[in-house]
């Protein structure tokens, strides 16, 4: 049998884990992020949001379902790393067409097994986000922490336009067409459109880089704003595109980076977790309907509201802003973290988590419905009806 590549992993704090490559040989940098999901890996990889991280799986058994040709949330692997600690050597589900790790090597995706990603984990949530190298060419430990530290930050990365579509696309409606929307594509899930078709909407899914012009130009009844990596202090672009659609009083949805730019729009600032919300059974309280959510996260950045931080109760009271009141709408039960903006003079609204899920729990899915009822109200009101 062929003996195993050996491959070492080194935190930006010189922490060194050592393990067996996984999936491509070679050597990778980003930031580490761990995500708690124990399902999903699939569709964890092919998100866009996790373009420059190295993701590092809590659950410990990766693969066991193999890859398959349905999962995918966008036309690539995008995370830039995958640590594990034991991978299926043998996959098996209905649905599968191949392993995990010859599809990590087919997408020359670096990786690292047998790490104990539970230390690895704990030593995250204590120091916070880092960097993070991993190499199954050089096993000098020194050497690769040298180059971690010369790597790109997370904080100040505009990645959006390295990820979003380079072309318009449309997605159709499912059954009888009710609404159009424009989304600004900043690092899509192909589950959004999904979930908007199967409301009667059309989506028109649009470069990162698109004007208003461009987005009014679809015919548009509302627009949607994506998820997508990076750091939301230098979305200058879609902040000031959300300030022209609110402007407008074009109702908006927006989901987690689109969320954060929503936020800006406002008038908010946002701040970098100390090490993020990655999984798929967090618990929200939506405050208008006194309900947990359990819900699918990916985020490492988060809105600032006044009064409000990592840790900070929420005020519930309404907040000024230039485009009126505003409200947090939802809160994360196991940090406070602001989870959802709700603007209660323009029709606007977003989430920081994932109503999409894939991966994750359906708890969420009645904001794709608040959005077809803002969509349904705005349209009506403006006696713009359609169809
Ligand atoms: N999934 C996302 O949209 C992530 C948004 C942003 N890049 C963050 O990490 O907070």
New binding site residues.
């Given amino acids: 049998m062929e003996k195993r590549r050996s491959a070492i992993l080194v935190l930006e704090d010189g922490r060194t884990f050592h393990g067996e490559a996984y999936g491509s040989v070679g050597e990778t940098f980003g930031e580490a992020v761990f995500n708690t999901g124990m399902t999903g890996y699939q569709e964890t990889l092919t ?1 866009p ?1 996790y373009h420059r991280q190295v993701v590092v799986q809590t659950a410990p058994h990766i693969g066991n379902t193999g890859v398959n040709a349905e999962d995918d949330e966008s036309a690539r692997i995008w995370v830039a790393g995958y640590v594990v600690r034991d991978p299926a050597r043998v996959p098996s589900n209905w649905r599968s067409t191949g392993t995990l790790a010859d599809r990590l090597a087919a997408e020359g995706v670096v990786g690292i097994s047998g790490v104990d990603t539970r230390a690895l984990t704990r030593h995250l949530r204590e120091r916070g986000a880092m960097r993070v190298g991993i190499s199954s060419v050089d096993d000098d430990p020194r050497a690769l922490l040298a180059r971690v530290r010369q790597s790109p930050q997370m904080v100040g990365a505009d990645l959006s336009a390295e990820v979003s579509t380079a072309q318009p696309y449309v997605v159709e409606a499912e059954g009888t067409h009710r609404f159009t929307v424009a989304a600004l594509d ?2 899509i899930k192909r589950n959004v459109p999904r979930r908007l078709a199967a409301r009667g909407v059309t989506t028109h899914v649009l470069p990162a880089g698109s004007s208003i012009d461009d987005l009014l130009a679809t015919g548009a009844d509302a627009v949607f704003f ?7 202090a230098t979305a200058d672009g879609p902040v000031g595109l959300a300030r022209e659609v609110l402007t407008r009083r074009i109702p908006l949805f927006g ?4 969320s ?1 730019i929503l936020g800006r729009a406002l008038g908010f600032g946002t701040y970098k977790l100390g090490y ?1 919300h990655r999984g798929i059974n967090q618990p929200v309280l939506d405050r208008a309907t006194g309900k947990v959510e359990v819900t699918s996260h ?5 809105v600032q509201v006044p009064g409000a931080g990592q840790g900070a109760v929420v005020p519930d009271q309404v907040i000024d802003t230039e485009f009126g009141g505003v409200e947090v709408s939802h809160v994360c039960l196991n940090d406070n973290v602001v989870e959802g903006l709700r603007a209660l003079d323009v029709p606007a609204f977003t989430v920081q988590y ?1 109503p999409e899920a894939a991966a994750g729990p359906h708890d969420a899915d009645y904001l794709f419905d608040r959005f077809a009822e803002l969509i349904e109200g705005r349209t009506h009101s403006e006696g713009r009806a359609h169809a």
């Fill in positions: 998100d949001s900043l690092g994506s998820p997508g990596p990076g750091d939301p989901i987690c980076f689109g954060q993020g990916n985020h490492g950045f988060a994932h």
